[in-house]
């Protein structure tokens, strides 16, 4: 579906992320080619595409980590190239969560310091501590509360460091891939809990190849060497024809 959208034909105010011509090389490799999308806030979106076809670094560049090599990234209606380091920092640490593979946990630290840190940090501890011990019984990590991160499995890590992302109940939220690593049943659980943070207004963008997981999602996009399309319509259509 052709993208037609632009931050001056919608109302900024409802906007989340928006992507205008976005490309993004790595040497003489382009991984994103003219990638066009918006999200409202409140929406989530699934991103699906084979391995290596730029799902992270599309995450990446909308949790401004990385810069693409030229278009334009806006966040809630605010242009974020031309941002100071601090105005950039800013964003990254109060209006955005990560659940990243690269967003590692402290391994000095406990599962339960781990969550509870980016509070402690923002002075928060004490009001944030019973939704600290919601999310950690909620993602079956309550018998691991005590444990360092190396002593947890792959699963373990990807539930604590979602944990410790929806804690502080960012604008929106970025997971890679969250569900990797996690048995059939943990999965929806991590499922249940993504929607339960997008009914308290959370946006969502997660990179995926779990396709329950992304039928959760209210869109879906696909990249394919390099292009981003928006494939929610066309998921439903299959959907209803398989269905009936
Ligand atoms: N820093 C970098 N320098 C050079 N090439 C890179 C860099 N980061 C990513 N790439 C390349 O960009 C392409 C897309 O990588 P990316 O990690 O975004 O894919 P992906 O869709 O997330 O893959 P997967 O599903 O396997 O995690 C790959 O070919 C990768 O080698």
């Known amino acids: 579906m052709m993208y037609r959208g632009g931050s001056s034909l919608g109302s900024g105010n409802s906007m989340m992320m928006e992507a205008i011509d976005v490309t993004k090389r790595f040497g003489k490799d382009t991984v994103l080619a003219s990638v066009s999308f918006r999200l409202d806030k409140g929406q989530s979106m699934a991103v699906l595409g084979p391995s290596g076809s730029g799902k992270t670094t599309l995450l990446s560049l909308l949790g401004l980590l990385l810069t693409p090599s030229s278009g334009e990234i806006l966040f809630q209606g605010q242009r974020i190239q031309g941002l100071s380091d601090r105005e950039l920092s800013n964003l990254r640490n109060h209006q955005l969560g990560y659940v990243f593979p690269s967003s ?132 439903r259509e299959l959907g209803e024809r398989k269905g009936g």
């Open 104 to 235: 590692q946990l402290i391994g000095s630290l406990t599962v339960w310091d781990n969550i509870l840190l980016p509070a402690r940090l923002a002075g928060k501890t004490r009001e944030k501590q019973k939704r600290s011990r919601e999310l950690i019984e909620q993602l079956g990590l309550a018998t691991r509360m005590d444990h360092l991160p190396h002593q947890l499995s792959f699963g373990q890590k990807r539930r604590a460091a979602l944990a410790r992302a929806l804690v502080m109940e960012p604008q929106l939220i970025l997971a890679d891939e969250p569900t990797n690593d996690l048995d059939d049943n943990m999965a929806k659980e991590v499922s249940r809990v993504l929607q339960g943070a997008k009914a308290r207004g959370i946006s969502l963008i997660i990179a995926t190849h779990d396709y329950p997981l992304a039928e959760s999602m209210e869109r879906r996009f696909r990249i394919d060497r390099g292009r981003l399309s928006d494939v929610t319509v066309t998921d």
